[in-house]
Every structure is written in C-alpha cells, then in structure tokens.
C-alpha cells in the first residue's frame, strides 16, 4: 500500500479553545502533578504566573475541555480534512493508524483565562511494517 503524501502541508482544521481553571487543576491531578501552583492562585503567583498555569502537555487534550462553538474560526478545510480522508482510506482497507508525534511552539506560559488559537497541518507521512512480539 502506497503512502498518500499529497496531503503534506495541508491544513487539518483551526480551533480557538479558552484554558480554564478547573479543567487544567483536574488536568494536574489527572498527570499526577501535586505542584499547587496548578490549583491555587496565590501559589501560580508566587511561582511567577499572571493566572493559574496549565501543565505543559495541558494544550494536548485543551480541545477536548475548552472549545466552544461560538468561538470557532471559519474551517479552512471547508469541512473535509485531508487527514481524515488518507485516514478512513487506510483503515478501510485494514490499515492500522498511530499518532506518532505532535509538536506545540509556546511563546508563553498558557494560564487560565487565555485564549488560544491553532491550525494543524500534517509534515510527514510515514509507512512502516507492523511487528509482532518484542
């Protein structure tokens, strides 16, 4: 099978999504990280912070926690993701998919009450032979 790279550089969709205090401390918790400054304010100040700070892989399922309809810009895939196009033609013809890597660029720390736009495009497409056993 054939690796479809014509989707390379596409966009794969834009969201605004806004980080908010509880979903980043349940976030903490969930990650296992007790650093207060995650839950009380006072400490996120001390530590530096203008807000409550999210953990640094927060913004990886923030889509999930903060995105809200009135919010979204217009979809510059016009609602048909490459992605999900290669994606459902692998699968369709017993393709396994793994999300292999993801990379955020921050400029700042993201604190509650921000919020954050971003557009994903895919930079790579690889094919690789699946193993049994170690």
Same mark, same amino acid.
């Not at 099978?1 to 976030?27: K, L, Y």
């Given at each position: ?24 401390? +349940? ?5 296992k990280?007790? +650093? ?17 700070? &999210? ?10 926690? $903060?995105?809200? &309809? ?8 016009? $609602? ?7 994606m ?5 013809? =017993? $393709?396994?998919?793994l ?18 736009? =971003? ?16």
């Open positions: 099978m054939a690796v479809d790279r014509s989707h390379i550089g596409e966009s794969t969709g834009a969201s605004r999504c806004t980080v908010e205090r509880g979903p980043v401390a +349940n976030f903490a918790v969930a990650v990280d007790e +650093n207060p400054v995650y839950a009380d304010l006072d400490a996120a100040r001390a530590g530096g912070f203008d807000g409550i700070p &999210a953990p640094p892989t927060f913004t990886f399922a923030l889509q999930h926690w $903060g995105r809200f &309809a009135e919010q979204q810009p217009p979809d510059p895939t016009g $609602g048909q993701s490459p992605m999900l196009a290669v459902g033609g692998l699968m369709s013809k =017993g $393709g396994l998919i999300h292999g890597e993801q990379e955020f660029v921050y400029h700042r720390p993201v604190v509650s009450g921000d919020v954050l736009s =971003g557009e994903g495009s895919s930079s790579t497409s690889t094919r690789r032979r699946a193993r049994a056993g170690p």
